[in-house]
């Protein structure tokens, strides 16, 4: 197989806690795979090994059938574009200068910087705020600049492709986090394989072909959406009653709110 | 919560709310007026600071024998007023405008390396750290017989105290902006004391250099220094000229940089060495200057962005300009004195780092971000 990512067999120690334990996961080109879990269960670790920013202790990371570790990180950075959780910066850029630093891997390829910085303005509704300063954004506009620059480093979207998103909509409202997750969707179905942390399971089930479960580090499942999002697991490893229920056709995954006041919204 | 929002589709979410901005698409706009104006400034200081002084000389006379001694020889004709502006202003001039870019592109790189207004590098010790070595070979006595001993120790120091800042300031998380002042500090500390012990180890003489050498002043100017700081300065401000697109990356965070293709180990390690290699030329030829490379960068940055690429080259060209300006206070303020250049730029370098302290503390420090 040489497009998407697989993690095989990862794992990752700081002193004696292992964050990361004998992990294997493929993001496959074409599809949306969420990884999702409790607090600590080591998912944003995971994606980090993934992004190349997090060394594994053992196991392989491979990026399109090459390892990693033997990938310059140029060339890495023209298959695979990253948004970390924290999209803070630290100089006053404008919106559109930072998601032209999207194009940085692309520098020495004839590639019209311009246009596609525009495009992904355009795409991300971003246009209107190009000339603010990211620095006197809402936390929910940063994540978006950020979001549009990932989308710029990812242009042309092909099957080789892969974009890792590490809870992409946590600072946005329903709007933009529903807008922003409809547009990962569209970027799948142009052949991108897509890792995307959420911590929203009803999002993960709505909008991922596949989702990662982990817990305390593990594996406990991966699979397709309704195989992972059983009831009986998810109560399990969250320690709290999670109900699914199939709604048009569709999973929804919730809290189990016994107490009528907190039904409502 | 989620069952009684309907679901909302792509196209029907709201705007945000429109930009309240205070700058227009005239970046770009601003680069060349900035550029305009300074390159004049940097002329009209270089004049003004030719002609000022205990031997006056018109503005007119600096420029007629800098003419003439760039075209013709000056051998027969010389005037007193060549003399003294041949042999005394003009290498003051000249190291004055190049140890100025340098520090001001040091200050620049430096900040861009941490993704931290306030890394100026007096604040974190670097300075101070090449007074160290500068001092050891001035007391020692080793600079009489080797010249370049003097730059080459200040590097070589100034390099280790930036390693040990950058070492003990990683990890800071959300408290990054303190953890670099307090080591700051620390590391100031260290080194001053380290200076105090070289000081009293030396003779009276030597003593006297350190002291005027650790205040800042272009009074000892040569057209030796000139020519050894103008090779280091060409050579450092190629290299961060060289790198400066990538430093932009930086601003992201290490992750997001690494992932947007730049090689952040690599690139932080040039930058530091060649922020060492200006500073410590800087400070070897004139003095402990502090805060030249707080001041420019940042005022450069409110007029033009934050963009490296014309931050490094503009930062050059004000830091030579404010350099200039303080050596033409320091020579002027009190009559038939020359005061230490370095009084000028901390006087103004001061209140500026309180400021950007203030602002920062507030953005993204021990508060909520």
Redesign the interface.
Known sequence: MTTGLTLAAVSVSRGHRTIVDDASVSFEAGTVTSVIGPNGAGKSTLLGIAAGTVRPTSGTARLGGHDLRRLSVKHAARRRAVMPQDATVAFAFTVREVVAMGRIPWRDLKSDVDRVVSDALATTGLTHLQDREVTTLSGGERQLTAFARVVAQATPVTEESVILLDEPTAAMDIAHAEATLALVRALARRGAAVGLVLHDIDAAAAYADRVVLLQHGRVRASGPVPEVCASATLSDVYGTPIEVFDRDGRLHVGPVRRDPVCTGS | ?????S????S?????P??A?R???S?ASRVALVTVVLVVAVVVVAVLSASVGQFDATPRQVVSSFGRGLFHSLDGQRSQVDTVLWNIRFPRVALGLVAGAALAVAGAVMQGVF???LAEPSIIGVNSGASVGATLVIVTGAAVDTPWLLPAAAFASALLVTLVVWALAQGGGKAAVLTLVLTGIAVNAITASATSFLIFLGDTSAREEVIFWQLGSLADASWSGVVWMSAVFAAGFAGCMAIR??L?????????A??????VERLRIVAILLACLLTGAAVAFGGVIAFVGLIVPHAI?LLV???HRHLVPLSALGGAVLLEAADIAARTVIPFADMPIGIFTALAGGPVFLLLLRRTLR??GVGA?
């Open positions: 919560m989620d069952s009684t929002v679901p909302t589709k792509a029907g979410r709201a705007p945000l429109a930009p901005g700058r227009g698409p970046r993704a931290n207004p697109r990538r932009d990356a930086l601003a992201l965070g290490d992750a997001s690494t992932a947007s293709g730049v090689n940055r962005g934050p963009s953005g993204h971000r």
